[in-house]
């Protein structure tokens, strides 16, 4: 019975159904007098199941860490006995207690694993082990992963028949198409997205899950914040993001649930900080930030504090943007999520570039392109081009040096003139990309000079520079082969 209420998410159902086997969120269950090791595996497992959810729902700390101890007890039992679906379901629930702790890396290795064996799985464990092999994909921006994932399973999804089990698929669906069209800036992602998520909407509704069905909402909320980000002329459809967020606190708040509240009260931030209302958004996304920080949820927590911080920065209480943003990057790069470290401290430069020190502001520079190196995000690359010539520009000044162009130096003992030459050439060039939005054809004819002679000049003195430049892109070879070509090419072996 607590199993049927989990499925359905009544979660306190699920707990009251357990009676005085279960005492709460962390407890190791009542196995007294239960003498068939089946039947202890099967009362840990689903206690353990519980105590995750709820742990996760109501920010629980350390639930997840305390859960896991049960599962791998659980697991034993099952393998003890000879249930291998028993073990196989334990083992899925302790790939997803790593999920929601955070810890994506082990979570994909455990759910990988499962699928290794796919053909031996039951069905019900095959699917859910792909669907949350998805969610982590997403969770780390492995977004064509992810939806790889999605298009295999939809037949699997299809054929189950069970409209909790379609609603998540769709809903799953529809977050990783809703961020790839915010990574790819296309909107035809977004469309698609919003077609997921109402097929969603309809499957939630269908099997009567009120939790569920609110997460949907915040769903429909975060996409027209994306819209209104792609296309200003969509910001004015953020009140209809509001209205999702009420009806999604309406349907929370009768099962208690804190945890997706929490979620919500980070998406309204963001919908404030489309509205340019940044005294509010600063103080939803520092009350979500509270609330994920003390779960454990270090990748949520990093998100709201981001937001916090930018918020901070528009009301210029620059000091308090600098510590939220330092610690989005701090908790991140802890919790091994290296995008969300590099973005938090991409978003420092944007931010606060012109205040910060000029050693710290190229570290920070250093620190974003690392973390963002994998990234194929096309709005976080453009802006990591245009942070690096913000950095660039503090390098050109170095300590001491003055805001708004280049510093001329006082003749001194040991003035190095080939070196201030090189530096004032720096200077230049870095301002002619930087107009030139990083095209070399550009810059070389602001510079009055030609395209071939900025290339050599950016490959041999100014190799630094080669990153605000946007990547250039490999000639095809032509199919036609002439008896030129043929010659030239016969020269050259």
Known sequence: ???????????????????????????????????????????????????SMLGSYKQIEGAQERV???????????????????????????????????SHDEARIIFRQLLAREASLAREVATLARLRLSIVERMTLRLHEALRLHAESAALFAEAGDHALQ???????????????????????????????????????????????ACIKNELAMALVILAQLDP????????????????????????????????????AKVFLGQRQYQLAEREARAAARAFKQSGEASFYAEAMITCGTALAELDRHGEARRALEEAEAAARAAGDVESAGTAALTLIETLGTQLEWDYLTRLYEQAAEGLSQTRHRGLLERLRRASLVTLRAREKGPGGHAGGYEVPQLHTGFNFFGEVTRYERYWLSMALEKAEGQPT????????????????????????????????????????????????????
């Open 442 to 493: 550009a810059a070389a004819r602001l510079l009055g000079l030609r395209h071939q002679t900025l290339t050599k000049v950016l490959q041999g003195r100014h190799k630094d520079l080669q990153a605000v430049r946007v990547p250039p892109c490999p000639r095809r070879r032509s199919i036609i082969q002439t008896a030129t070509s043929k010659k030239g090419r016969a020269r050259k072996s």
């Open 68 to 102: 896991r101890d049960l599962l791998s007890e659980a697991m034993s039992l099952f393998q003890t006995g000879g249930d291998r679906v028993g073990a196989d379901e334990a083992m899925l629930e302790l790939g997803t207690c790593y999920w929601r702790a955070s």
């Open 1 to 51: 019975m607590a199993k049927e209420l989990v499925e359905a998410g009544a979660y306190e159902q699920a707990r009251e159904a357990l009676g005085e086997l279960w005492r709460g969120v962390g407890e190791r269950p009542r196995l007294d007098g239960i003498d068939d090791p089946l039947a202890r595996a099967r009362v840990l497992l689903c206690a353990s199941t519980l105590s």
């Open 167 to 213: 609603g998540k698929h769709h809903a799953e669906y529809g977050m990783v198409l809703q961020e790839l069209g915010a990574a790819e800036q296309r909107a035809d992602y977004i469309d698609r997205s919003l077609i997921e998520l109402a097929a969603a909407s309809y499957h939630f509704e269908q099997a009567g899950h009120m939790v569920y069905s």
């Open 233 to 268: 002329a969509q910001a004015a459809r953020l009140g209809e993001a509001h209205a999702h967020l009420d009806e999604a606190v309406r349907l929370m708040s009768g099962v208690k649930d804190r945890g997706h509240l929490t979620n919500v009260r980070e998406t309204r």
